[in-house]
């Protein structure tokens, strides 16, 4: 059970004088129940990828493969695939539609051919999921606070119950609150059901605290794919590509600098506390 | 698949015609689009297709990108035909069950056809060639005669622009809907008329809301910048002919008139 990207490549605008190389030979493999994130500058190509994975856009060349099999073959069943793997675009409050939140977050699953009951069901369970209250379950989607909207279009992908949850940049515009509660919701999600998460975002900070697994994009191609920690240690290089390490990692390295002997490869703020207060209690 | 439209759409390229002054340009594309009402026989529209191909070959502009803006019409293009194939009276050709065509309505569909696609490939020249920008400004100088009459000529150009603007940015947005309602297992691609037209609701909703919503920043972005309208505002780059546009004029006129000779000797 896992998602093989197999030598990728992508190129928009065909064969006209504006083609852009958007992907160039990936090689991933993605196995169940892992958290990940998908880090790259703006342009770097990660939309472009997390599209790949659920067939939205078929490779220039290469092929994807799916528990096995390849999601391009003829005779592959692609809204399948799309309820397994389950895509949260950027800014997902803009394709809100119905009349009430409910109705809405019901739009995925009733496209899958449930029953109604089996529909509504997964609906409030998934709108329980990220944290919404009953209260605005039968108001216009289009009346609620932007993060409110937000959580109602991350439902709406959930109650398909993927197998992969992919959110590209889900705390795009949201105050530093509404960006810690969808964050702490998501790894929360992860926590109790065990699918896998591909969390996209151009910040380190956002996901440094929460994934096990850092891929980093540059132009198209991908520039280290490791943990955090080890991702972290080539701090120069990420700022030379338009990203930066996490805070602390700047903080470890300039003590390190002075020669106060702590770990620099730390990568979340309570690990650097402990760390630091160890070795001033050491001393 | 909706980006293939290329109305509206600008092709960044070194060449006379997109050098050529906008005014030139917008009323070339009327005499053209008139000429080709004008001319009534086979020899005018040859020499319609010559003008055409003389201008796409000095644009620059690869023909593909032409042929694609003629995609969105091929429907409209098909309906048009077969009225005018089987609805036409006279002399019977080919009778098909209760269907006749008749010389008269093949030559009209055959007409009809090469006009319009003539018509759409004409125009996309020039929105091709041309920024909005310089296309609003020609068009305001072009129309200025009309404030006599009260026409709010500036008002009107504007909004053309801001029109022609959105064209690319709602075709993206509306790329972007689609995919995400997809993901969420939309299908607006089978079932029959009436389910694909109920398909469309999740994907108008959200495009009309985004539509409203980006007229408002951009009114409220402009207003801003203290726009006012056309009052006493003034041009950074007055647009102003050149010796090139006065030739291009000269060989408009030659090409209308030929058209014209056409019309009335042949």
Sequence with gaps: MSLILDHVNYIYGGDTALAVHALKDINLVIPDGQFIGLIGHTGSG????????????????????????????????????????????????????????????????????????????????????????????????????????????????LAMKPEILILDEPTAGLDPKGRDE???????????????????????????????????????????DDVPREVFKHYKELEQVGLAAPQVTYIMQALAGRGIPVRTDVTTIEEARQEICSKFLQK | ?????????????????????????????????????????????????????????????????????MKAIVFILMITVVFNLFLTPGEPLVTLWKLTITKEGARTAAMMAVRLSFLIVGSSVMTLTTTPNSLTDGLEKLMRPLKIFKVPVHEVAMMMSIALRFIPILLEETDKIMKAQIARGADFESGNLIKKARAMVPLLVPLFISAFRRANDLAM??????????????????????????????????????????????
């Design chain 2, 1 to 69: 698949m909706i980006r293939d439209i290329t109305l509206g759409q600008y092709y960044q390229a070194d060449s006379v015609i997109h050098k050529l002054d906008p005014r030139v340009k917008l009323t070339a594309t009327l005499g053209f689009i008139i000429s080709l009402f004008v001319v009534q026989s086979w020899i005018g529209y040859v020499a319609a297709a010559v003008f055409l191909a003389v201008v796409i070959k000095l644009s620059k502009v690869p023909f593909g990108y032409m042929v694609k803006g």
């Design chain 2, 221 to 266: 972005a402009m207003e801003a910048r203290c726009y006012r309208g056309g009052e006493n505002r003034t041009k950074m780059k007055p647009l102003q002919y050149k010796g090139r546009d006065r030739i291009a004029y000269g060989v408009l006129f030659a090409y209308f008139a030929g058209c014209v000779l056409i019309r009335v000797y042949l």
């Design chain 1, 182 to 224: 969808i964050l702490d919701q998501i790894a929360q999600l992860k926590e109790e059901t065990g699918i896998t998460v591909i969390l996209v975002s151009h910040s380190m900070e956002d996901v440094a605290k929460y994934v096990e697994r850092i891929i980093v994009m540059n132009q198209g191609s991908i520039l280290y």
């Design chain 1, 46 to 157: 990660k939309s472009t990828l997390v599209q790949h994975l659920n067939g939205l856009i078929k490779p220039t060349s290469g092929s994807i493969y799916y528990n096995g099999e390849d999601i391009h073959a003829q005779d592959y069943d692609k809204k399948k695939l799309r309820s397994k793997v389950g895509l949260v675009f950027q800014y997902p409050e803009h394709q809100l539609f119905e009349i009430d939140v409910f109705k809405d977050v019901c739009f995925g699953p009733k496209n899958l051919g449930l029953s109604r009951q089996e529909t509504e069901l997964r609906a409030y369970a998934a709108l329980k999921q990220v944290g919404l209250e009953d209260e605005y379950f039968y108001q216009s989607p289009f009346d609620l606070s932007g993060g409110q909207k937000r959580r109602v279009a991350i439902a709406g992908v």
